[in-house]
């Protein structure tokens, strides 16, 4: 059956409407779940805010094409689409709740209880009210960023918009919400943090940050709208976690710093924004010793890198004390592990199941990428494998194809050596400008080496990168096909997906 339907003028309504763990603003057209959005279609959510307005009554099928349609010809068919849609999105497995009921031969009711209250006032005092816009509470104890964090208080309020780069695992995070807590004074309170890892589709994003900052969208451009409501505000932004959505925010982020003069702007990301007005800060891993030969155990806690594994083997194993004959394998350890704090915080946590020794000997021979770390960690930081899968499925096919090829040179190399490796699968101009997209995406790192650069992949991404190239049987292949005498030592690479030995 088709229908043809003529206008609708109602309008959306200037009220938040909740029901167990949602919340729908339909002035901002968003949908909420425990303060986290809820990706649905636009008709989808046309269709919900039409069943709520008139809760606990029956909607007629035409009501609803009316509604949502206009003046457009549909089947019923699509009706029902939209309204398994919004099932789906609604679905409650804690509570096995049903909030839309079908009623035969009539239509549909909304049969859940509801709370409404008026929708914060266009242009009134910031008050975030969601639990992604509420600030975490700072580390009780961090471990060698000191003076890192006292310089980044300074130029972000001297500068105003900074990007803390880094890659994954390095404490970006951490350093972010240090930096904020201890501003927090300064912008009496008037902080809002968003985790955006939580949103997956880009377009979400300006609607996420206007309904966190209790912005009334009063027309077409929210981003206008959210403009206006800052101008005259005095606040500390932290964007969390921008890398997938960083052309949204990179867009909203340049203009909010260019026309409201007192928000100051604190990204985290493994690459810069690359927006007009941004400075950045490159986020370096801690300080571990070359060797740990003849360090004493005092002198080898002046080391961040080792402090931080030792100050983490005490929560795993709460008598452990550091002695001179441990400080050689310990700092060996820092420096397999690129002094990540991440990855530190990770295999410190099973020196209680192998020892320190164990730990080393896993290290030479295989890593696992696997260890968990604390439960109460974002998913992405649980595991190594968590963190790098969250990076390399957001690369380009060539990005990735390049990583894994790359993954079997040990140690650092040349841009002439990489070229001819990923020759037949790249040309030259597209290898470089691979390379360039992952050393700037903080994936492969570049080191001074006199009057040029070498490369190298850290050693836990290796692994990674490794494991996925091996499995797929890419790295027998890449050697069979590129056999150059400065890399023949790496064939014993090929045949252990995590080699962690130089």
């Known amino acids: 059956m088709k229908l043809s339907v003529g206008s609708s003028t109602t309008m959306p309504s200037r009220h938040s409407i909740s029901f167990g ?57 699509c009706l029902r689409v939209h309204i398994s849609a919004l099932r789906k999105a609604l679905a409650c497995t804690e509570t096995d709740v049903s909030y839309i009921a079908n009623i035969p031969g009539r239509g549909y009711s909304f049969v859940a209880s509801v709370f409404t209250a008026p929708s914060s006032r266009f242009g009134s005092e910031l008050s975030p009210g969601f639990s992604m816009g509420t600030l975490p509470p700072a ?42 807590n201890r501003l927090a004074a300064d912008f009496n309170g008037n902080l809002v943090f968003l985790d955006l890892s939580v949103i997956s589709d880009p377009g979400l994003f300006l609607g996420t940050l206007a309904s ?11 981003l206008q709208d959210v403009l206006c409501f800052l101008q005259d505000k005095r606040m500390l932004l932290l964007l969390d976690s921008c890398d997938h959505v960083i052309d949204s925010v990179t867009v909203v982020a340049e203009r909010i710093h ?61 008598d452990y004390v550091l002695e001179d004959v441990d400080v050689p394998v310990i700092a060996d350890i820092c420096r397999k592990l690129d002094a990540m704090p991440l990855a530190l915080e990770l295999v410190a946590g099973q020196v209680s199941v192998f020892g320190i020794r164990g730990v080393a000997d896993l290290l030479n ?41 790359l993954a079997v040179l040990p140690g650092t190399f040349s841009l002439e050596v990489a070229v001819r490796l990923l020759r037949g699968e790249a040309d030259e101009t ?73």
């Open 21 to 77: 763990d949602f919340q729908l603003l339909p002035s901002q057209r968003l949908l909420l779940k425990r303060g986290m959005p809820v990706e649905v279609g636009s008709r989808a959510l046309d269709v919900l805010i039409a069943l709520t307005e008139r809760v606990g009554e029956v909607v007629s099928n035409r009501d609803l094409v009316r509604r949502v349609w206009h003046d457009v010809v549909v089947d019923e068919s």
């Open 365 to 405: 021979h295989r890593l696992s990428l696997c260890w968990a770390g604390r439960r109460n960690a974002s998913p992405r930081h649980q595991t190594l494998n968590a963190l790098f899968d969250w990076s390399f499925n957001s690369l380009s096919a060539t990005e990735a194809m390049v990583l894994r090829r």
């Open 430 to 502: 597209v290898a470089l400008e691979a390379i360039g997209h992952l050393v700037t995406k903080s994936l492969i790192l570049a080191e001074r080496a006199g009057q040029h650069r070498s490369y190298r992949l850290p050693h836990t991404l290796r692994a990674y990168a490794l494991e996925k190239s091996s499995r797929s049987g890419e790295a027998e292949v890449t050697m069979e096909r590129h056999v150059l005498p400065s890399i023949a030592s790496t064939s014993s690479v090929v045949h252990t997906a995590f080699a962690m030995k130089r």
């Open 258 to 318: 260019a026309l409201a003069g007192q928000v100051h702007i604190l990204v985290t990301s493994r690459e810069p924004l690359r927006a007009e007005g941004e400075c950045t800060h490159r986020l370096g891993a801690l300080e571990a010793p070359a060797d740990g030969v003849g360090l004493t155990a005092a002198a080898a806690l002046e080391f961040s890198a080792i402090r931080l594994f030792v100050d983490r083997a005490v929560h795993s194993v709460d």
């Open 212 to 222: 966190t900052l209790g912005v009334q969208s009063l027309g077409n451009d929210r």
């Open 139 to 180: 580390l009780p104890r961090m471990v060698g960023r000191d003076e890192t964090i006292e310089s980044l208080m300074n130029q972000i309020n001297t500068q105003r918009f900074l990007t803390i780069c880094g890659i994954g695992g390095i404490g970006k995070t951490t350093v972010a919400v240090a930096v904020a």
